[in-house]
């Protein structure tokens, strides 16, 4: 069974930087899609960043440049470094692991979730 915990979650001023990671165990980061999703009050699931276990990467136009995914292997965890944060990216933000070795950036894709990390950025 796998388990995701997120981690690095916290409340920073407009323009600031944070570094979430998702430690996993009982499924292996290089072998299928994994991806950062969050959810803000009154709004749905949105996929931010994906990394498919070819390595390519996939994000959402409006992180692009921003954020970026990234894997380690020998650690079994998945990271997402935020850069230059909006309050437009304040959100629960969730790690979740698919069954597929690549897939769209869409919820119904993924079985495994974490409990979620908060990011609060205030302007």
């Known amino acids: 069974q796998a388990q ?8 920073v001023q407009s323009g600031g930087s ?4 998702c430690t996993v165990s009982g499924y292996s ?4 899609f994994m991806a950062w999703f969050r959810q803000a009050p009154g709004k749905d ?4 960043a994906g ?5 390519t ?10 954020f970026t995914i ?6 079994n965890m998945l990271s997402l470094q935020m850069n230059s944060l909006k309050p437009e990216d304040t959100a629960m933000y969730y790690c979740a692991a698919s069954s597929f070795k690549t897939a769209p950036l869409k919820a119904s894709f993924f079985g495994h979730w974490g409990q979620g990390t908060q990011v609060t950025v205030s302007s």
Do not use: N, P, Q, W
């Open 45 to 48: 699931r949105e996929g931010v």
């Open 70 to 75: 990234s894997r380690d292997i020998a650690k």
């Open 29 to 32: 980061v290089s072998k299928y």
């Open 51 to 55: 990394f498919s276990s070819d390595g």
């Open 4 to 11: 995701l915990v997120e981690s690095g979650g916290d409340s």
């Open 18 to 21: 944070l570094r979430l990671a």
């Open 57 to 66: 990467r996939d994000y959402v136009d409006s992180v692009k440049g921003r």
